[in-house]
């Protein structure tokens, strides 16, 4: 997850690096989807939507596949019109317009480019359709070609070019018209992870530079919370939450939110308050009880899950000391992943917490192995506690 600066617009009281229109009341969205549905036949795609979306965002639509993003992204480009329901492109209702007048364009994961072009004339495509002046066709693409850092491949063609390459020519031929929304549909599926790393970069850096709305379409939780200022998780047509990646990461409103987006720990049990904003958790399987911390309110006695993430987890050899929730466990499992090792560790009633450590050392000098007695640690605001 990459938190990084944008321009603040509209809001002069406020740092010039906070980018937040969504919090604030008096800026109008560039998008909006108002009580939207979407059926085909008798499955519905889209279940009375209503979402916001604001100028200069990098905005994702998350969420696994049948969960209706594509069905959204389709009907902003005009390739689907809702069953009910409004869609506003900078307070015009863009339902009835077709897609080829909409200010809207579209890149495809397959990227879609013309084999027998040139780079350069794969940019120049859509401008000479519109019978661009060849003197400011000419200047568009070369503006064009020195964003994505093409301009040494210009002559070349597709085949010619990397898969990175080529997708940087299907963002640069997507700019060219200056549109006012670009939707990207999973745009780096096709590349290997540390290209698509690395893309990921370029596109946000791309995005500042030309200040046009980018959507993106991902089911790749990572890519989401890299890229985008806010993310919408989805389920069946619906928003679970829309947040910026911090909140939706480190304060998922249900389960499903915390379940989906990384790795998580989640308990099942009974909370009980202690004091403003403190709970006993106690465990459902075995009655052993944590503190927990929470704004939300809860009832004595109600049923409720506790979300915490493996980094949060403290393993030690010795009980820590003073530590307000200590478990203690044997490893199971060792998951290396070079930079951080996962430990699964089981503990009472058999359960499995996932606890991470950072490998500062060389794995032959690891302080823990498998079947190594352990005690888990975690602070009560480590963690979140759900009501679903």
């Not at 020195?146 to 210009?154: G, I, S, V």
């Not at 987006?261 to 009880?289: C, K, M």
Request: aromatic share 8%; net charge neutral; hydrophobic share 40%.
């Amino acid at each position: 997850m990459t938190l990084r600066p944008f321009l603040q617009q509209g809001r002069p009281d406020l740092p010039a690096t906070v980018f937040a229109p969504w919090a604030d009341p008096n800026q109008k969205p560039l998008i909006r989807f108002q009580n939207v549905t979407k059926r085909f036949g008798d499955f519905t795609a889209i279940d009375d939507l209503s979402l916001d979306i604001y100028e200069r965002e990098f905005f994702a639509l998350l969420g696994p596949s049948g969960c209706g993003k594509t069905t959204m992204m389709r009907m902003l480009a005009g390739f689907e019109n809702p069953t009910s329901g409004r869609i506003e492109l900078a307070g015009q209702d863009i339902v009835p317009v077709p897609p080829n007048k909409r200010a809207v364009n579209m890149m495809f994961q397959s990227y879609a480019l013309f084999p027998h072009l040139t780079v350069w004339d794969n940019i120049a495509f859509g401008l000479r359709r519109d019978s661009m002046p060849k003197i400011d066709l000419q200047r568009r693409v070369e503006e064009m070609l020195k964003l994505t850092r093409l301009e040494k491949f210009a002559r070349r063609k597709p085949h010619q070019i990397s898969g990175g390459q080529r997708q940087r020519v299907a963002l640069a031929r997507s700019l060219a018209k200056a549109p006012k929304l670009l939707l990207l549909d999973e745009p780096l599926g096709a590349l290997d992870k540390k290209l698509r790393q690395d893309t990921q970069f370029e596109l946000m850096d791309i995005q500042e530079k030309t200040g046009t709305t980018f959507v993106i379409v991902t089911h790749d939780q990572e890519e989401a919370m890299t890229v985008a200022s806010r993310v919408a998780v989805m389920d069946e047509g619906r928003l679970i939450q829309v947040a910026t990646p911090a909140d939706i990461y480190e304060a998922p409103n249900s389960v499903y939110v915390a379940d989906f987006i990384g790795d998580v720990n989640i308990l099942e049990g009974t909370v009980r308050a202690t004091g403003p904003n403190r709970y006993h958790f106690t465990w459902a399987d075995t009655g052993e009880s944590v503190t927990a911390a929470s704004e939300r309110p809860f009832s004595d006695g109600q049923t409720a899950h506790l979300a915490i993430r493996p980094e949060k987890v403290q393993i030690s050899a010795e009980r820590p000391e003073g530590a307000e929730n200590a478990i203690k466990g044997k490893v199971h499992d060792i998951a290396y992943l070079g930079n951080i090792s996962t430990f699964h560790v089981r503990v009472a009633g058999e359960r499995i917490i996932k606890a991470q450590s950072a490998n500062t050392r060389r794995i032959t000098n690891r302080a823990f192995t498998w079947e190594d007695d352990v005690w888990l640690s975690w602070t009560p605001t480590a963690g979140v506690v759900l009501s679903d």
